[in-house]
């Protein structure tokens, strides 16, 4: 019988029910009155095991016309007078007995099956929640998945944009960077001719060729460090995480933005807590940070008139942080745009691509540190952010 309608199959069941009821009875009857058997002085236990069967798999209902027949076939065939439904007065309280036990029986096997039923609809409920669950941590997996990768993605994308912004910087620092690495170059060339002379002496001066060749070799070297620093700031790839010395970077980003700071005639000044704690954290992507904040302090202090002074201060901060401050005396900040200028594409340069301070920011953040911006006193900016300092291992 097909279970797809559920009135259907409901009306079965009680048709069913009923049947097993007249089923049973009459087959304890048919035990307890054979022949060869010689039950005849034992069917209550013949009806009491068939009302409980009709009971614990058909229901009360059944359960109680099963009572009810039993009870007249208790009184028809066992008590006396026998084949009479009208019992002599000393068998009322045996079929009475009988009667109870039976609606008795009635009542446990109905609880039986009431609580067999209960527990199989729980145990289908839990099934169905499990499923559900199964499901949902299957979605949960799925969107999870979906997550990490749109982070890594977006991950991706925020270097590469990073990636671009510097080499955009970079190209507009062409002639200064041009200019700081022929310096050191010039220089050893100087040296290098001046080294020559005190050898082809008619009685070379080997202690002033060894100095000349000494200066030679620090200005190459000088050279090379500018070279590899600006190669580091035009590569492309993931974030490394290193311990790095705040105070070293800063002082790096100072020999590459020197030129740029010589030509717009502003001066460079620091003020560097000795022994920082180091910062867990990207080179790469902190020098970023400093050049960028930098250049725009240069910038703000191009059409100012009076003294152009950039100061890097670092110190430490509370809870274990590092923080650097980036200084300058240019035109200023007006109050309400001090945290509208950390959003992408908004700039206050004709030729800015309103980048730079976003990036930055979100460097810091990924540091786990902050970046903000507020007015220098007595005119200018003032660009801090702090960076948690790697505190294993130092006492």
Known sequence: MSRSNPLLWSKVRVIWGYGLAILSVSLAL?????PLLHLETAPVSLFLCAIMITALFGGVGPGLVATALSSLAFDYYFLFPTYSLIAKPGEIPRLLVFTVSALFVVALSAAQRSATESLKRTRDDLKEKI????????????????????????????????????????????????????QPIAAAVTNANTCLRWLTREHPDL????????????????????????????????????LVDVNEVIREMIVLLRGEATRQRVWIGTELEANLPQILGDRV????????????????????????????????AENEEVRVAVSDTGVGLPAQLADEIFKAFFTTKPQGTGMGLSISRSIVESHGGRLWADG????????????????????
Request: aromatic residues 2%; glycine residues 6%.
């Open 207 to 242: 202690e002033e060729a060894r100095l000349a060749a000494s200066r030679i070799a620090k200005d190459a070297t000088r050279a090379a460090e500018i070279i590899t620093r600006i190669r580091l700031l035009f590569k492309k790839g993931t974030a490394e995480r290193e």
């Open 285 to 316: 992507q902190l020098q970023q940070v400093l050049m960028n904040l930098m250049l725009n302090g240069i910038e703000a202090m191009r059409d100012v008139d009076g003294k152009r002074e950039l100061v890097i201060k670092s110190e430490r």
């Open 131 to 182: 499923q559900e669950l199964e499901r949902s941590h299957e979605a949960l997996q799925a969107e999870s998945l979906e997550r990490k990768h749109a982070e890594e993605a977006l991950r991706e994308a925020q270097g590469d944009l990073a990636r671009v912004n510097r080499v955009t910087t970079m190209g507009e620092l062409t002639a200064s960077l041009a200019h700081e690495v022929n």
């Open 376 to 395: 220098n006193t007595p005119r200018g900016a003032n660009f801090s952010f702090t960076l948690s300092a790697n505190t294993e291992g130092q006492g």
């Open 30 to 34: 048919l035990i307890a009155q054979w």
